[in-house]
């Protein structure tokens, strides 16, 4: 179909170039051009959908040390002398009892501990050196037979004072490189305990025992799993509303199934391509894949929605396809651009806090933010222009043109129009903005007691599998805390075999024992796994009764309690030599193999609090080892975390300053005006401060506890990554649909509306979209709403709280009152048109709309059904406006 000729048949002039990539021509190889955008997109598609998949098995549960940190010296420190000691993390398996059991220390849970225990040996012949070590069913056995004939030694670490529930301790060793080879070792575990536990299941013991498997790695398994299951169904969930919001406004199923088509391509190929940057070393946070699906559906409808509705507009005042695109990808596509530069800007920012915990979730976003934007500006007009019979089905009745009535040509740009006026007359513009500013001021004022928390049962879904974690920490405080390495290099020719090092290492345990005493983070001699420590295990072996710690000494006994022989002695029984008991040097052997270094030049100090540690705590702790030990000799799990942390929060004030003078100064020069930046400023902060309180008030202050919201609540604390990650993202988002609005004010002035006018038709061209697009944004984070785990709950009540505010509360009211406020500054130190529609005017035409009276042009002729305006004068629309910063002719 030859649209040009259509539109010189009306008897225009030939028309003007054509913004955008695929603007229909008659030319056949431009025709063909536009095919290879589509042809492109489609085949990168099809490559990687096999691929997206994958990226569900690299994503990583734990943090790494940050580059140049005192942890990471000492992580490679320990792994240069201890081979995958650093990756070595315990599995606990936790039997609990219930009635008719009365005893959890019974052959029925040596029977399940057997059977766990013949897995763990299965596993480590197909993968030699997986699990180090695993407590021995038959010490249960031993347990129960000296509680019965009423020997001392009764009473273990490992078994609850109610004697309702027992552990099972092994350590496993999983590098960093084979995690994903190796976790389903960990879900064969954890299918054998749920099935030895299930009353239903052939393999069950019966005997009212639940067994579950607790630790890192069950949570990593149990959190990968549940990001599946959000990604493919929660996620998946609110596409049709959001579509269903785009339908509404454009109504086109056609489009909206373009959009669909786009947003599915983005998410593939943004999917896939993200593990070239896992293969380069980025470690993927669980959130990643969650959160770039919400990104992507928000991003694909919004500005569908913003580019669509401008052509649909078109189309229905009589435009060609070509001019109906041009216009489109013109005025409301260079404003996507614009929208898409300011949050490829914050999530750039995002990209500078240290640590991987920040880095992937805004790496994955900022790729697909990108793309949705690359998709908006070539793939959707190219399918327009490629398939126009189709996408672009011509009205019947195409409705006359005018700059005027087109302002109030809908009845929801009728009430925005309306609440316009109203907040523009003196001295709403002044008082609206000083109400808001009172209404939030005490909550925002909340941020004075400002404080986050760590607390790992936010990152472990709802469920069984918290429920038992709960358990683990009523009945063995701290039993799941990851261990503290400490490590102690040796000098001289002897190494670790001599007086003075004992003596050294002991010094500084007791040390530790004495600074940390009296506090709710004390470090007890059971704590301590040493070879310089007698072990509880070898000192119940021994005739006597020796002090709680009692430092070895290597070549003679220690006064403290002489019937613990020498270090030397003890290991000596393994040559044949005297022994003063067998089992206490076997004991005592296995430990030195497992903490002293293969050349005898170093050894480690393992560190299991008995007391759970979390936040201040741990940072108390970490604090408290390094007082006593140089920071490069000091490594734990938990510790990395604390100290990214500290990291993240001490550059968030430099970055949030960067981010927004980056946007600010990008709005700045696409409108060339000096002064907008600070207006649209005001708009900003004070509501995200509002935001902040309000998420500070309903996760640490506690003040929506009463209500009984599932997840809003302050048992866990706000996690310290929620304001780090959705400060930048938020603020984005609140300049977002503000620079929409005044693109449109933009255009309307440079058309000779005067300030207000501009403002009003503005705020009433834009309202139905800016509260749609508002609407499928939040509809879109609130998938994360639906999460079972409350980490990813904290995020989405973050960011969809954000959203809200800005759509429906400052871009209505409080950026139109601020605009209004010196209105001819808006500009500066550009100079508008001659005004020559005044808001007088504007009433006048609602009011003919309202009555159903025709509305012309002045100097135009009303247009009969099916006629096309000429391509020259619908052109001649696109000349003023940011586009033409942006884009240019």
Known sequence: MDFQGADAAAGGAPPRKAYGSCSPTSDLAAQDAEMHPLVLRLLSALISFPFAPTTFDRLNFEATPLRGSALEEAARVI?????????????????????????????????????????????????????????????????????????????????????????????????????????????????????????????????????????????????????????????????????????????????????????????????????????????????????????????????????????????????????????????????????????????????????????????????????????????????????????????????????????????????????????????????????????????????????????????????????????????????????????????????????????????????????????????????????????????????????????LRWSESPPECPAAPSAQALLAAHAGGPSPSHAASKAYQQLWRGLVAADGSSSVAVVTPSVDLRGEEQQMVMQALWQVLPRRSVYSHDAVEMDMLKADYSRFPAIMALTLLCMFGLIGWAFKAALVPFKLFLTVVAPLFFVFGLILEAYELGTFDGFGIPHVNSDYGLHWTIPILAAPILTGLAVDYDVFLFARVYEFRQKGYDDRAAIVAGLAATGPIISGAGLVMALAFGSMLLSETRLTYEVGFALCAGVLMDTFIVRPLLVPSILMLGGGLNYWPQKMPEATISIAELEEHAEDVRLGMPIAAEGTTHLAPGALPSSSAAAATVAGGPAAMLLGP
């Open 79 to 551: 792994e240069h002398d201890f081979p995958g000691l650093v990756q070595t993390t315990p599995l606990v398996v936790m039997i609990s009892c219930s009635p008719p059991c009365e005893d959890v220390v019974d052959e029925t849970s040596f029977q399940a501990l057997w059977e766990i225990a013949k897995l763990f040996q299965e596993l480590n012949v197909s993968h030699p050196g997986l699990i180090s070590s695993w407590d021995s069913p038959s010490s249960l056995m031993e347990l129960r037979y000296s509680a019965r004939l009423g020997l001392g030694g009764a009473r273990s670490p490992r078994v609850s004072e109610d004697r309702q529930t027992l552990l099972s301790v092994s350590l496993w060793t999983l590098p960093a490189s084979d995690q994903e080879r190796l976790m389903p070792s960990i879900h064969r575990v954890r299918s054998l305990a749920a099935a030895l536990g299930s009353p239903s299941d052939p393999k069950s013991l019966g005997g009212g025992r639940a067994i579950s498997v607790q630790g890192d790695l069950p949570f990593k398994d149990s959190f990968k799993k549940q990001s599946e299951h959000e990604f493919l169904v929660k996620d998946s969930l609110m596409v049709p509303f959001t579509l269903g919001v785009f339908l509404y406004q454009v109504r086109s199923w056609r489009l909206a199934l373009l959009v669909a088509a786009g947003m599915a391509i983005c998410l593939a190929i943004a999917l896939a391509t993200l593990l070239l940057a896992v293969d380069r070393g980025v470690h993927l946070n669980m959130m990643t894949p969650a959160m770039m699906a919400a990104t992507c559906v928000a991003m694909s409808v919004d500005y569908g929605l913003f580019i669509l509705s401008r052509f649909q507009d078109e189309r229905q005042s009589g435009a060609g396809v070509d001019v109906a695109i041009s216009i489109a990808l013109v005025e409301a596509g260079s404003v996507v651009a614009l929208s898409g530069s300011i949050l490829i800007c914050c999530y750039l920012a995002c990209l500078l806090f240290p640590g991987d915990m920040i880095f992937s979730l805004a790496l994955g976003n900022l790729w697909i933010l990108f793309l949705c934007v690359l998709a908006s500006l070539t793939f959707t007009p190219c399918a327009i222009s490629a398939f126009p019979e189709f996408f672009a089905k011509p009205s019947s009745e195409p409705r006359a043109s005018s700059a005027r009535g087109a302002v109030m040509a809908s009845p929801g740009s009728r009430a925005w129009f309306k609440l316009g006026v109203w907040l523009t007359r003196w001295p709403f513009p002044i008082v609206v903005p000083l109400v808001l500013y009172a209404f939030m001021s005490p909550v925002a004022w909340s941020l004075c007691q400002f404080r986050t928390s760590s607390d790992i049962r936010a990152s472990i879904p709802a469920g069984g599998l918290l429920e038992e974690y709960l358990e683990l920490q009523r009945s063995f405080p701290g039993a799941s805390a990851s261990p503290i390495f400490l490590h102690f290099g040796a000098g001289g020719t002897d190494g670790v075999r001599s007086d003075r090092f004992f003596e050294e290492m002991c010094t500084a345990v007791r040390e530790l024992v004495r600074s940390t005493n009296g506090t709710s983070w004390r470090l007890l001699p059971e704590d301590f796994g040493s070879v310089v420590l007698l072990p509880r295990s070898v000192g119940e072996l021994l005739p006597g009764s020796c002090p709680t710690l009692v430092c």
